[in-house]
């Protein structure tokens, strides 16, 4: 394993110093996995066109089908197609965009880091799939009812509206699935105290409650505790493997 080099006085670096020569490297392994991460996105959304149709059958019974959204523009369909597919490319990408980033920062890990850090790897799959799992199965049946016939007016809602909503949903309340395994890596890493998570679960909560109030598509407190609950239950399992993750090795 490469060992880092010393920091140069300023102004002493050339383009043939290990210093610059590292920096230099270092830039040129993250444009190369950053652009391997694009590639295997492009691929595993080109893979997505295959069933794109049945996605968006899919992720239109929440409202009762496909037939109860209209569409107004000439683009509106081809837009919605992409954008469903693309969302199912990102999931499909996702353990190998994560591989990209675990292999960018490993050099700099000792071993038991990286081990968990290899281990975040289909974890990270799992919660943000459950997190989708959970606004499709939870949250669209409870808010959409709210939200279609708020006041008393019947609504009939755009293609692209409707997918871009339901898209939204998906995204970030899988990416907030993602919490315990961000703070299982910080606390590994020893960016974060298990400790002081414990101590301040007050502010923890008010924090979840307004992201709730940030990521719920409705108003009513029903819908925003129907995502706090799992927030808070996500917050508590993420205090507990910060603990995990800081015990003393056995070995």
């Known amino acids: 394993m490469a060992t880092r080099q010393e920091t140069l006085p300023p102004g002493t670096e050339t383009e043939s110093s290990p210093a610059a020569m590292s920096l230099w490297e270092h830039l040129e392994e993250l ?9 295997a996105l492009g691929l595993t959304t080109t893979v997505s066109f ?57 050099p700099g890990l000792t071993p038991r880091e990286r081990r ?29 009812p709210f939200l279609i016939s ?44 298990p400790r002081a998570l414990a101590q301040q679960w007050r502010i923890a909560v008010i924090l979840i409650a307004i992201l709730a109030a940030v990521i719920t598509p409705t108003p009513d407190p029903v819908n925003m505790t129907l995502l706090m609950l799992p927030l ?9 493997l910060a603990f995990v993750a800081v015990r003393p090795s056995k070995s």
Not at 165 to 192: C, H, K, M, Q, S
């Open 150 to 193: 708020f006041i008393g007016i019947r609504t009939t809602p755009r293609l692209a509206n409707y997918y871009a909503f339901v898209t939204n949903l998906l995204f970030w309340i899988g990416v907030a699935f993602e919490t315990p395994l961000v703070v299982y890596v910080l606390a590994r890493l020893r960016l974060v105290s």
């Open 31 to 39: 444009r190369g996995r950053l652009l391997k991460g694009l590639i």
């Open 50 to 106: 295959a069933f794109g149709e049945r996605l968006i059958a899919i992720l239109a019974r929440p409202i009762g089908g496909v037939d109860k959204l209209v569409s107004i523009e000439v683009t509106e369909n081809i837009g919605v197609f992409m954008r469903v597919s693309l969302l199912a490319g990102f999931i499909l990408a996702l353990p190998f965009i994560l591989y990209q980033v675990v292999a960018f920062i490993l």
């Open 116 to 144: 968990g850090l290899f281990t975040a790897i289909p974890a990270a799959t799992v919660l943000f799939v459950l997190g989708v799992l959970f606004a499709y199965f939870v949250m669209l049946p409870a808010a959409l």
């Open 232 to 240: 808070l239950v996500l917050y508590g399992l993420s205090v507990l």
